[in-house]
Each structure stands twice: as C-alpha cells, then as structure tokens.
C-alpha cells in the first residue's frame, strides 16, 4: 500500500508563505496524478490543485489561483504546494493525494482520488 507523508504545515501571519510537501513511499507512483485538498473543521474535504498523470496538466481551484503553485521535484516522489500571500481563509488541514489518471472533470472531487496522507494543518492569523 503507498503511503503519502505530507509536511511543512505551521502558523503563520497573514501574507506570509508556507510550502507543503507531499512525499510518496513508492517510486513506481511517480508519475502519478497527484493533488492537493484542504479540509475546515466540520466541513467536507476542498480542492487546491492538482497534476494529471504526468504532470501534463495543472489545476487550481479559483481562490487559489495566482497565490499558490504546485510542483514537483526531479524525481518525482515530492509534490510541493508553495502558498503564498496566505489570508485567514486559507486556515485549514490539507491533505495531499494521489491516483493513476484522473479525467479533467473529475480532478476537484475528493473520491476520485485514492490514496490519501494523514494530512498537515496551516494556520493564518490576521
């Protein structure tokens, strides 16, 4: 079973930057759809981004887009989710993910992703 091992969460002000890091136990998911969620309390689980298989393609949820970045390292094993001009609203724990191909219809949605880390909480204050 692959393991997703997230890290890099903390308190932070607002504006500042936090970069998260996804690391998978298995090489052979290198290739991986990998993605980004965030959950708040009580509520259900929230895209941020996403690769497809490949990484041929990039997604961000609106509220994101142009304050946060996906990438990943050389080898492929580490997603990273660099956040930047963090707001209070970004306050949440996030989650990477990880799958073989996912549809471009079907990247914002938590259960078309099947392997999941145990999550890192990022916490903004104004």
């Known amino acids: 079973q692959v393991r997703l091992v997230e890290s890099g969460g903390g308190s932070v002000q607002a504006g500042e930057t936090l970069r998260l890091s996804c690391e998978v136990s298995d090489s052979t998911y290198k290739d991986h759809a990998r993605a980004w969620f965030r959950q708040y309390p009580g509520k259900e689980r929230e895209f941020v981004a996403a690769f497809s298989w490949g990484a041929a393609y990039t997604y961000y949820a609106d509220s994101v887009k142009g304050r946060f970045t996906i990438s990943k390292d050389d080898t492929g094993n580490t997603v990273y989710l660099q956040m930047n001009s963090l707001e209070p609203e970004d306050a949440a724990v996030y989650y990477c993910?990880?799958?073989?191909?996912?549809?471009?219809?079907?990247?914002?949605?938590?259960?078309?992703?099947?392997?999941w880390g145990q999550g890192t909480q990022v916490t903004v204050s104004s």
């Open positions: 993910a990880a799958t073989l191909a996912v549809g471009s219809e079907s990247v914002y949605y938590a259960r078309s992703w099947d392997y």
